[in-house]
């Protein structure tokens, strides 16, 4: 697992910067452990996850989805405090999701974690009530316009 990331860890960070501009990741020691289970949990507090060993778009695909949620949470807390007060729990995980699923599906992402899984069908029926996503030059502050427009 550790040698397939190591390919493509640059153009992650790279490509994530270009979303998320230069904002800090959270400190801490980011660790995936392995898992014989087909669930992929993550721990905001202590930048862990797992990543199911015989996952379908492999162990880089979680890697990436899982990485992006650690550096989305701190984005939205950070940046968006009023609108990450005023989101219950369940829905802030629905955007999480939902801005994971765009990033993964962009160009820029292909050979790193690129690939659609089918997804959460929750996370398919809340995004439709925001439209269509204009992925050119896709970046966190484009999407949060969009929700806020919206939510």
Do not use: C
Not at 103 to 126: C, H, N, Q, R, T
């Amino acid at each position: 697992m550790e040698k397939d990331w190591v390919l493509v860890e640059n153009k992650f960070f790279s490509e994530v910067e270009k979303i998320f501009g230069k904002i800090k990741w959270p400190e801490g020691k980011y660790i995936s452990y392995l898992s014989i289970f087909d669930i992929n949990p993550r721990f905001l507090e202590d930048k862990t996850f797992q990543v199911f060993y015989r996952h379908i778009l492999g162990s880089n695909y979680v890697i990436a989805h899982e990485m992006l949620h650690f550096i989305f949470f701190s984005y939205f807390e950070n940046q968006e405090p009023e609108l990450s007060k005023s989101l219950d729990e369940h829905t802030i995980w629905l955007l999480s999701e939902w801005f994971n699923d765009i990033v993964l599906d962009l160009p820029e992402f292909e050979g790193i974690g690129s690939g659609m899984m089918p997804g959460y069908p929750e996370v398919k029926d809340f995004s439709k009530r925001f439209g269509i996503i204009n992925k050119n030059g896709f970046n966190v502050q484009k999407f949060f316009e969009t929700v806020k427009v919206k939510i």
